[in-house]
């Protein structure tokens, strides 16, 4: 067996994010048609896929914040609510990382990782400055605590929005193209950050076009195109025998570019 986590199946693990027959417009476009998808506990997913595929709306609806018209959301067996405290709690099992780091600009680092919890969960100040910093030392920014967004490089800031995330306690994490907005040499210590939440066995779902992470990381990588899953393949069989044509064509223009 190679390194990777191995097999698409973790079949004996609880289903922790189940997409079932989800259905989404914008007008007259179709964004997501038909999304059947499931995650289980612990597993990385990778999503990939062409410009316009749906990844950001797969990844805002799983967060509800974009609303579906058909099918349905289930977050470790609840169906996501559609408002009010239910969605508040039901959100802060769902930790999203965007492309743009969109931390507070007011707020030191520390405050930012600690808003969350203190606001939302009701943490006791000093226990979440307690977790705040661990955290922060986690991702390797610590030492920034007290500085404030705009005094910190790309990587470290999204650095910090993870820890922000992983404050709530998610039980999942989603990344919208988390390193695509850096600079060349700051995208290894944010990926560095996310192999080492995988490894630890936290359930993420990833956008990314980053394939060295999906092979490192990812135990599937779920490749949508116009909307729907095209296919669904363990990174090593898709990256070196994708099926669709799409799939085919996409691969041959990452590749080279
Ligand atoms: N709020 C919106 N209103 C109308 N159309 C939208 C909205 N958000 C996204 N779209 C459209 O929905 C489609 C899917 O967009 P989405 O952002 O999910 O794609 P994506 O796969 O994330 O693309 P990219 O790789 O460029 O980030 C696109 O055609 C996009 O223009
Ligand atoms: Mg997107």
Redesign the pocket.
């Known amino acids: 067996m190679d390194e990777s986590p191995g097999s698409a199946g973790v079949a004996d693990s609880t289903h922790l994010v189940v997409l079932e027959a989800v259905n989404k417009h ?2 007259d ?1 179709h ?1 997501l048609k038909d999304i059947d998808l499931t995650v289980a506990k612990g597993e990385v997913v990778i999503v990939i ?10 990844c805002r609806a799983i967060n509800r914040l974009e609303t579906i018209d058909s099918g349905t959301i289930k977050i470790d067996g609840v169906t996501l609510p559609d408002e009010g405290k239910p969605l508040a709690r039901l959100r802060a099992d769902v930790g999203m990382v965007f492309q743009s780091f969109n931390l507070f600009a007011h707020k030191t680092i520390l405050e930012n990782v600690t808003l969350g919890p203190i606001k939302v969960k009701g943490t006791p100040k000093a226990q979440a400055r307690e977790e705040a910093m661990a955290l922060l030392e986690r991702v390797g920014v610590a030492n920034q605590a007290d500085k404030y967004p705009a005094q910190l490089s790309g990587g470290q800031q999204q650095r910090v929005a993870i820890a922000r995330s992983l404050a709530m306690k998610p039980k999942v994490m989603l990344f ?2 988390p390193t695509s907005a850096l600079d060349p040499e700051m995208i290894n210590e944010v990926l560095d950050v996310m192999t080492d939440l995988a490894k630890e066995g936290m359930t993420m779902i990833v ?1 990314t076009h980053e394939m060295g992470f999906a092979r490192k990381a990812a135990n599937r990588v779920v490749f ?1 195109a116009d ?1 729907a899953i095209q296919e669904e393949a363990t990174p090593e069989e898709f990256f070196t025998n994708p099926q669709s044509e799409r799939a085919k064509d996409f691969l041959s223009k990452i590749l080279t570019h």
């Open positions: 914008f007008g476009l964004v896929g062409p410009s316009g595929s749906g990844k950001s709306t797969l919208d193209e956008v949508m909307g």
